[in-house]
């Protein structure tokens, strides 16, 4: 029979999210041995509930509470109201992530010592070095099942069509890093079925090949009979006792009701637009200005990565469609290289749309015979997501709407970004070099999209040696109150230009030895 802990427990660990970070976070914790009350917003969608259809499975599990996009970014015309991709129910984005699983290089945790200051911007070193995390970049390549890495072992995923073509191109331009780097299993692994290359991965993997901590982690978390899942639990504020410490968490349950669990420790793991928003929205007479936020860089330095996509068309059908999402990742751009005209770099990314996406994707809010041409010609396009390093900006950040609510009676989040004159280099680069690997392939046509919205949002609460300068230390533990975890992206001081799901599971697995370790000698 499943656990139960009482909402006055006060042993428990609450984890605020189910995704990449709190999913690992929680069943690495409960394998240890600690009792954890798992807190998901969203509902409990199972494997039956998946769909091979595009728009149908975006409506049942994105995102899509209110949100507003301010700033000088294009969001704000072409998606208003959706700055962030992400998933709301049980396993968060990783039900929807394309499977990209790239590590950080050494130099992305140390940019202030390598870039120096950088005009308009708020880079930071990360407390941690790549060293320091490359041992559990070994133990997530592994509980991950990447394919092609070392560390699990696991065979690299076959070469669909998309790939060869992105791979061919590239090579004709002098590329020579071509590689494929996914957490989907290649070979039957973990208790999971090896890819059927059935395609719609960002649906939600309808077999299980895919990673994700929603048949993954959470499985084994509830296993243990140490972790309890509550489901459509809507966290509305942190609480705190008279010497500061956090003591529970206030939530709406799935039945509306109002509660509050008693905790021991708190980890916050709902993505970098509502975590910082649930610091912000616990503030108190002893916190004025939000929770673990006397530097108040609470909701700054949101970063969403340097991003740009675009389609080509070719003589001959691709059927970029078949197989899985991802093609081809092009990593020669990604070393540093300043004669470029800007800091750090990029990858190109293969990313495969479904037709509705396309469709909605190419040019948001119009139609015309430039999208009906190109839709015409579905069967023969190739498509490139540009995916680089976003530069931390203070003025980019997570704020609460002063008089708008949401259902549960919260300020709205207004999600604000502006680009830095180096994400616009390195979009523009990019956009460059996919036409011109495409063309050496004979492409007749190569279209230039807006980015879309991203599942990869980072920042907001980042990691600081100093507590001037961020909200949580090397460890994840905030800075102001120690019994206080942020366990997702927001910790992350720098965007790299790798996508960030590795990384967020990588210093789960550290965090949850250091809160585990911290308990047993009484230090938390």
Request: aromatic letters at 8%.
């Amino acid at each position: 029979m499943a656990i139960k802990y009482s909402t006055g427990d006060r042993d428990v660990v609450v984890v605020i999210g189910s995704g990449a970070g709190g999913g690992t976070l929680a069943n690495e914790l409960a394998q240890r041995g600690v009792k954890v009350v798992i807190l998901e917003a969203g509902k409990h969608y199972t494997q039956a509930d998946f769909e091979n259809d595009e728009w149908a499975m975006f409506n049942k599990i994105s995102w899509l509470d209110k949100r507003i996009s301010a700033g000088g970014w294009h969001h704000t015309k072409t998606y208003p109201n959706l700055p962030a991709w992400i998933v709301k129910g049980v396993g968060g984005s990783t039900v929807h992530f394309s499977g990209v699983a790239l590590r950080f290089q050494p130099h992305d945790f140390q940019t202030r010592t390598v870039y120096g200051q950088v005009e308009g911007a708020n880079v930071l070193d990360w407390p941690i070095t790549y060293k320091d995390l490359a041992p559990y970049y070994d133990k997530a390549e592994k509980k991950m099942g990447v394919a092609g890495s070392e560390a699990s072992g696991m065979p690299p995923m076959p070469e669909n069509n998309h790939y060869k073509v992105m791979a061919a191109g590239a090579r004709k331009i002098g590329y020579k890093k071509i590689v494929r780097p996914v957490a989907s299993n290649s070979k039957a692994n973990d208790g999971r079925p090896a890819c059927m290359q059935i395609g719609f991965c960002m649906q939600g993997c309808k077999i299980g090949a895919k990673w994700s901590t929603l048949y993954t982690e959470i499985p084994r978390a509830l296993e243990t009979n140490r972790a309890e899942l509550r489901q459509q639990a809507m966290v509305l504020r942190i609480e705190h006792d008279k010497s500061g410490k956090v003591s529970g968490v206030l939530y709406v349950d799935a039945k509306g009701r109002t509660q509050l669990q008693k905790a021991r420790v708190v980890c916050v793991a709902g993505n970098s637009i509502e975590s910082p928003r649930l610091l912000l929205n616990s503030a108190s007479s002893l916190y004025r200005d939000g929770l673990a936020n006397s530097s108040g860089q609470v909701g700054k330095n949101y970063m969403n990565h340097a991003t740009a996509a675009a389609l080509a068309i070719h003589r001959k059908p691709v059927y970029m469609y078949r197989g899985f999402d991802i093609g081809a990742v092009v990593a020669d751009e990604v070393d540093l290289d300043t004669r470029r005209g800007f800091n750090g770099g990029y990858y190109l990314e293969g990313l495969a749309l479904g037709l509705p996406y396309t469709a909605a994707f190419m040019k948001p809010g119009g139609w015309g015979r430039e999208v009906t041409s190109a839709l015409d010609m579905y069967d023969h396009m190739s498509c490139v997501w540009v995916c680089g390093e976003d530069m931390a900006r203070e003025q980019n950040s997570i704020t609460l709407h002063p008089t708008e609510k949401d259902q549960y009676g919260l300020p709205v989040p207004i999600v604000t970004k502006t680009y830095h004159s180096n994400d616009e280099a390195i979009a523009a680069h990019g956009l460059r070099q996919f036409r011109r690997l495409s063309e050496a392939v004979g492409a007749t046509r190569v279209i230039d999209m807006p980015a879309y919205p991203a599942s990869h949002n980072m920042g907001t609460n980042r990691m600081s040696a100093l507590a001037r300068d961020g909200v949580v230390n090397k460890w994840g533990q905030a800075h102001d109150i120690k019994n206080l975890f942020i366990s997702d992206g927001s910790q992350f001081t720098s965007s790299s230009a790798a996508n960030p799901t590795l990384t967020i599971v990588a210093l789960a697995i550290r965090q949850a030895e250091y809160i585990a370790g911290a308990m047993k000698r009484k230090e938390i």
